[in-house]
């Protein structure tokens, strides 16, 4: 999300910024090589700037399909721009992680805002289809929830990592709350334009506290340092064997391959949400916000408490599990949803699923690789999102015009069905959660 600002960046050191000059009794147990209190800020940061991020997204999110609208825009190169977005986003994410691991998660993140930023302004400034497009094409770089999440990987435990990565969620729903009201009500009282401009302003804002706030390193210090001495050439970013490596983990594959599978009936729906919203529910901006801060608010919950309570309660494979059934469940209520009301009912199952099974997977895919490819592999799963997101318009608005609304419901009811009768009775379903089981048991002893 200007490269001046990155180039900026990645000169600093998290001597520079005073770690050096700590008393002993202040330094980390941790690999970070971060003190007690320099986590906290840092954690502390990382969790303003997410829901700086979210607000912004969904302000300008909640915006763009009336945008779009008003600009004489049909739902086919609506489905065309959404495609373009994910494809460039598809392209961005391994690369953006493998960046992050080599020069630190400070350049990465202010790398991802200024790309928001710019994305923004792009759209703001939109008066027909050329600047529509062209506001697509800094999301190579937006990735500022991987960024995040690939700092809360550096300085957590793996016995905690789970709940740290879903507290982000938690920051995350605070700006699905905030965003879509923002959103709803400067396009009520100003315009649509208007909207993307504040989103701009938020993502400038993010970048001077990450500058400020975030150490240019979050990673095992010397050792990183060192790695990246040796190996932070222009074509180490671009090593897509040492990328397509980590795909060859048997764990890792089976992960990716669960979640693009569970991920795709979601992606579809969500690429049309906003055409059903306007076509079968009559829903207008703002009440579209308020629907949006409701789902906002159900991540939020679930996030918060609900991932760190199962996850020490439970294991990944059985919480995996779970997650399915709620999707399957979800996906029958959708199918049958026919008023506004029952959308805010089906979101709760689909929320709850959403949520286990994300976190749980991005935990875990972050233990099974070495520390200093954690951001690649993070990457890597953002990546599998991305590719549901550049078929599910075109396949949404197939589905939508051939087969009506309620196919979305149909069709994620049964691939959810399917998988869960494939986990029931999979051996490499079982042989997958062993191998997590006894990699978790060896590092706690």
């Given at each position: 999300?200007?490269?001046?600002?990155?180039?900026?960046?990645?000169?600093g050191t998290?001597?520079?910024?005073g770690?050096?000059q700590?008393?002993?009794?202040?330094e980390?147990t941790?690999?970070?090589?971060?003190s007690?209190?320099?986590?906290?800020?840092?954690?502390?940061?990382?969790?303003i700037?997410?829901?700086?991020?979210?607000?912004?997204?969904?302000?300008?999110?909640?915006a763009?399909?009336?945008?779009?609208?008003k600009?004489?825009?049909?739902?086919?190169?609506?489905g065309?721009?959404?495609?373009?977005?994910?494809?460039?986003q598809l392209?961005?994410?391994?690369?953006?992680?493998?960046?992050?691991?080599?020069?630190?998660?400070r350049?990465?993140l202010?790398?991802?805002?200024?790309?928001?930023?710019?994305?923004?302004?792009?759209?703001?400034?939109?008066?027909g289809m050329?600047l529509l497009?062209l506001s697509?094409?800094?999301?190579?770089?937006?990735?500022?929830m991987?960024?995040?999440?690939?700092?809360?990987?550096?300085?957590?435990d793996?016995?905690?990592?789970?709940?740290?990565?879903g507290?982000?969620?938690?920051?995350?729903?605070?700006?699905?709350?905030?965003?879509?009201?923002?959103?709803?009500?400067?396009?009520k009282y100003?315009?649509?334009?208007?909207?993307?401009?504040?989103?701009?302003?938020g993502?400038l804002?993010?970048?001077?506290l990450?500058?400020?706030?975030?150490?240019?390193?979050?990673k095992?210090?010397?050792?990183?340092?060192e790695?990246?001495k040796?190996?932070?050439?222009?074509?180490?970013?671009?090593?897509?064997k040492?990328i397509?490596k980590?795909?060859?983990?048997?764990?890792?594959?089976?992960?990716?391959?669960?979640?693009?599978?569970?991920?795709?009936?979601?992606?579809?729906?969500?690429?049309?949400f906003?055409?059903?919203a306007?076509?079968r529910f009559?829903?207008?901006?703002?009440?579209?916000?308020?629907?949006?801060?409701?789902?906002?608010?159900?991540?939020?919950?679930?996030?918060?408490?609900?991932?760190?309570?199962?996850?020490?309660?439970?294991?990944?494979?059985?919480l995996?599990?779970?997650?399915?059934?709620?999707?399957?469940?979800?996906?029958?209520?959708?199918?049958?949803?026919?008023?506004?009301?029952h959308?805010?009912?089906?979101?709760?199952?689909?929320?709850?699923?959403?949520?286990?099974?994300?976190?749980?997977?991005?935990?875990?895919?972050?233990?099974?690789?070495p520390?200093?490819?954690?951001?690649?592999?993070?990457?890597?799963?953002?990546?599998?999102?991305?590719?549901?997101?550049?078929?599910?318009?075109?396949?949404?608005?197939?589905?939508?015009?051939?087969?009506?609304?309620?196919?979305?419901?149909?069709?994620?009811?049964?691939?959810?069905?399917?998988?869960s009768?494939?986990?029931?009775?999979s051996q490499?379903?079982?042989?997958?959660?062993?191998a997590?089981?006894?990699?978790?048991?060896?590092?706690?002893?």
């Amino acid at each position: 999300m200007a490269d001046t600002v990155e180039s900026t960046v990645m000169e600093g050191t998290l001597g520079s910024r005073g770690q050096g000059q700590e008393s002993p009794e202040k330094e980390a147990t941790s690999g970070s090589g971060l003190s007690a209190s320099q986590r906290k800020l840092v954690v502390l940061m990382t969790h303003i700037n997410i829901a700086m991020y979210s607000t912004c997204f969904w302000i300008q999110q909640g915006a763009l399909p009336y945008l779009t609208k008003k600009l004489g825009v049909d739902p086919v190169v609506y489905g065309y721009l959404q495609t373009t977005f994910a494809v460039v986003q598809l392209c961005g994410g391994p690369l953006f992680g493998r960046f992050g691991d080599l020069f630190g998660t400070r350049s990465a993140l202010v790398l991802a805002f200024s790309a928001a930023a710019l994305s923004y302004g792009l759209l703001g400034m939109a008066e027909g289809m050329l600047l529509l497009f062209l506001s697509r094409l800094p999301s190579f770089l937006m990735h500022s929830m991987q960024g995040a999440q690939m700092i809360v990987t550096d300085i957590s435990d793996e016995s905690s990592r789970a709940d740290a990565l879903g507290k982000l969620g938690l920051s995350y729903g605070i700006g699905m709350i905030v965003g879509p009201f923002l959103g709803g009500q400067v396009t009520k009282y100003f315009s649509e334009q208007h909207s993307a401009y504040l989103a701009m302003a938020g993502s400038l804002v993010s970048i001077v506290l990450v500058v400020l706030f975030i150490p240019a390193n979050t990673k095992a210090g010397k050792k990183h340092s060192e790695s990246t001495k040796d190996d932070s050439g222009p074509s180490s970013v671009f090593d897509v064997k040492a990328i397509a490596k980590l795909l060859t983990i048997p764990v890792a594959a089976y992960l990716l391959l669960v979640r693009t599978i569970v991920g795709t009936p979601l992606g579809i729906f969500q690429s049309m949400f906003s055409v059903i919203a306007m076509d079968r529910f009559n829903i207008g901006p703002e009440e579209n916000g308020y629907l949006m801060s409701y789902i906002g608010m159900s991540n939020m919950v679930m996030m918060g408490l609900g991932v760190g309570i199962l996850t020490k309660r439970y294991n990944e494979g059985l919480l995996l599990k779970w997650a399915i059934y709620m999707f399957t469940f979800g996906y029958l209520l959708l199918a049958g949803a026919n008023v506004t009301w029952h959308i805010y009912v089906t979101v709760i199952p689909l929320t709850i699923g959403g949520t286990i099974m994300n976190t749980v997977i991005s935990s875990t895919l972050t233990k099974v690789v070495p520390p200093d490819s954690t951001g690649t592999m993070l990457g890597l799963s953002m990546a599998s999102n991305s590719i549901i997101r550049t078929m599910s318009p075109t396949v949404g608005g197939l589905m939508l015009g051939y087969a009506g609304y309620p196919s979305f419901g149909i069709v994620g009811f049964v691939v959810n069905t399917l998988l869960s009768v494939y986990m029931l009775f999979s051996q490499t379903h079982a042989t997958v959660v062993a191998a997590v089981e006894r990699q978790n048991a060896k590092k706690e002893s």
